[in-house]
T-cell receptor, first 114, second 113 residues
Framework: DAGVTQSPTHLIKTRGQQVTLRCSPK?????VSWYQQALGQGPQFIFQ???????QRGNFPDRFSGHQFPNYSSELNVNALLLGDSALYLC?????????????FGPGTRLLVL | AQKITQTQPGMFVQEKEAVTLDCTYD???????LFWYKQPSSGEMIFLIY??????QNATEGRYSLNFQKARKSANLVISASQLGDSAMYFC??????????FGPGTRLSVLP
């Protein structure tokens, strides 16, 4: 049973560039959530996708956008990168249709903006 | 206002001893879930245990148990018989009905041989 996978594992970008992170949910899951975790802090919710639509959004600017594909995989895009965007980006999947609340996380993508 | 408070930035425990990690939460919603996750240095968040607000009994999963005191709004994680591999960051999280996860700041647990 494949768990949540994310790619790439590490990424280095410069200010002003754009980045795309990818996530494949756990088998049988239909919902993907993205989190940003700065060093030494807990994860902060960015947004959640279900049925290919953004269902909820946290307090993040429009530079952060996403997409969910018909196979439930998801992308997180960040435009006009800032130094403060350096963080661990975590993807979590869950199953809305069953009412299961637990979110299962992937290994994360470490983004460094120089 | 902080929804999840973890007052212990760091904790030490001797191998094979039990340890309690504190978590208090703030909500006016009667329906919510409480979660604990472990984050080793590799970064992956590992789900440990879940407690629903309407559950009558404290949740247990192997060596992990959740001491749920609803009136005090606390959901402390108890790890019995600590192992060296338990050294990690531990996060308490809450999900109110229809909302998304809110995480606490975490507690770093170090297990001493």
């Amino acid at each position: 049973d494949a768990g949540v996978t994310q790619s790439p594992t590490h990424l280095i970008k410069t200010r002003g560039q754009q980045v795309t992170l990818r996530c494949s949910p756990k088998s049988g899951h239909d919902t993907v959530s993205w989190y940003q975790q700065a060093l030494g802090q807990g994860p902060q919710f960015i947004f959640q996708y279900y049925e290919e639509e953004e269902r909820q959004r946290g307090n993040f600017p429009d530079r952060f956008s996403g997409h969910q594909f018909p196979n439930y995989s998801s992308e997180l895009n960040v435009n006009a990168l800032l130094l403060g965007d350096s963080a661990l980006y975590l993807c979590a999947s869950s199953q809305t249709t069953s009412g299961e609340e637990t979110q299962y996380f992937g290994p994360g993508t470490r983004l460094l903006v120089l | 206002a902080q929804k999840i408070t973890q007052t212990q930035p760091g904790m030490f425990v001797q191998e094979k001893e039990a340890v309690t990690l504190d978590c208090t939460y703030d909500t006016s919603d009667p329906s919510y879930g409480l979660f604990w996750y472990k984050q080793p240095s590799s970064g992956e968040m590992i789900f440990l245990i879940y407690q629903g607000s309407y559950d009558q009994q404290n949740a247990t999963e192997g060596r992990y148990s959740l001491n749920f005191q609803k009136a005090r709004k606390s959901a402390n994680l108890v790890i019995s018989a600590s192992q060296l591999g338990d050294s990690a960051m531990y996060f308490c999280a809450m999900r109110e009905w229809g909302q998304n996860f809110v995480f606490g700041p975490g507690t770093r647990l170090s297990v001493l041989p």
